[in-house]
């Protein structure tokens, strides 16, 4: 690895962890954190964690446009697999920093890189400074703040942190964290005043990073493809502005707590009265009256959708198209959140990451109007 690193440069990467969008979220943090510290971002793949068996891992550069954003950001990043190839025979051993040792306050705890890259970490536990103060903080979900652990990457704050470094798991080596290579385990809890930041007109990561972080183009054609197949429009015919709507409803089976799921999940006829709210707004603010309304939802429900039919709105069809076939196992979700995005308003579920980022894409790329509907008990 160290081979394939310009001595002149120093690098920033962290390690994914939980479905892609939160893995799109740690990126952004791991992008900002560059930005700030004048380092180079080395961005792994994406891991197939809630994915169906023996998914492969999809490079960042296949989901986004690399070359667009660097124009944008004036930032260079590279990918894991153009610093070692995937699945080396080769182990490397590297110092990087432990933040979760300090979110939960203990110590031993392993957050480790994807296997593939074959990286034998050392951990130090940074100051405790690096936390929110309890103030601010959300004691479920304990955030990092970003200036702080952007501190870790210079010299100075590194010379005098008190704690030492374990030993690494195969190798049992100490190292320190590296100079060259600021390595940090966890950067999804990560923010600057806010916790859960990226939700947020404040949030400095989705101002400087994540706005830029455009679609590739063929992400962009196959969820004008799919829009058009949708809306029973012919090839390269102009699409309509439309409401996107998401609806999250079957793995929030977790946090009903107790509650039937009929009366915890995000109802459609919540859904109805925000998309209501954002034509109203749309109307009123830009001029147009937007008449197509496109659903994207994990729900399996025939009657579900024979209820989203009645309303005369649409929806792409990827068991028709035989998406995951022709694609791979992660285009459904992509292409799905390509249309989210592109809509000239967006109705999404509350508490989900992956309404939250189309949500604010379609309010920077479109000046869009969006909402959030809200769920967990009846009347919500």
């Not at 952004?28 to 954190?33: A, D, K, P, T």
């Not at 070692?84 to 040792?101: I, T």
């Not at 989705?206 to 090839?235: C, N, S």
Request: proline share 9%.
């Amino acid at each position: 690895m160290s081979d394939n690193l310009r001595p002149d440069v120093k690098y920033i990467s962290s390690w994914p962890s939980n479905g892609l969008t939160n893995q799109v979220i740690i990126y952004m943090n791991l992008i900002y954190l560059g930005l700030i510290t004048d380092r180079v971002p080395i961005i792994p793949r994406f891991i197939p964690i809630d994915m169906p068996p023996n998914s492969p891992e999809l490079d960042f550069g296949e989901v986004f446009d690399i070359p667009r954003f660097q124009e944008a950001v004036g930032l260079p990043i590279i990918h894991w697999p153009q610093v070692k190839v995937p699945n080396s025979d080769v182990v490397d051993d590297v110092g990087c920093w432990n933040v979760q040792n300090v979110m939960w306050h203990t110590s031993g705890l392993f957050h480790g890189p994807p296997a593939s890259l074959k990286l034998d970490i050392s951990y130090t536990t940074p100051p405790d400074w690096v936390e929110y103060p309890a103030e601010l903080n959300d004691p479920q979900f304990p955030h990092m703040l970003i200036w702080p652990l952007a501190s870790l990457a210079f010299s100075e704050t590194r010379s005098w942190t008190p704690k030492e470094p374990e030993t690494s798991r195969d190798h049992k080596v100490a190292l320190p964290p590296d100079e060259q290579l600021f390595c940090i385990d966890m950067l999804y809890y990560v923010g600057a005043h806010e916790v859960f930041e990226i939700t947020k007109d404040i949030s400095p990561v989705w101002r400087f990073v994540g706005q830029y972080m455009h679609w590739h183009p063929k992400i962009e054609l196959l969820a004008a493809m799919y829009t058009r197949d949708a809306f029973d429009i012919p090839p390269g015919a102009p699409i309509p502005p439309y409401i996107a709507v998401h609806a999250r409803r079957t793995d929030f089976k977790m946090w009903c707590n107790g509650i039937p799921e009929s009366e915890c999940y995000v109802e459609l006829s919540a859904m109805v009265k925000r998309v209501e709210e954002v034509k109203g707004e749309i109307l009123g603010r830009k001029g147009i009256n937007v008449t197509h309304v496109i659903m994207t939802s994990d729900e399996p429900d025939a009657a579900w959708w024979d209820a989203v039919r009645k309303l005369g709105w649409y929806w792409p069809d990827h068991s028709k198209a035989r998406t995951e076939a022709i694609y791979g196992p992660w285009y459904s979700t992509l292409i799905d959140g390509a249309i989210q995005s592109g809509g000239l308003g967006f109705v999404g579920t509350d508490r989900s990451t992956y309404s939250t980022l189309s949500g604010r894409r379609v309010r920077s790329w479109a000046d869009g109007a969006t909402r959030m509907v809200r769920w967990g008990k009846p009347g919500m």
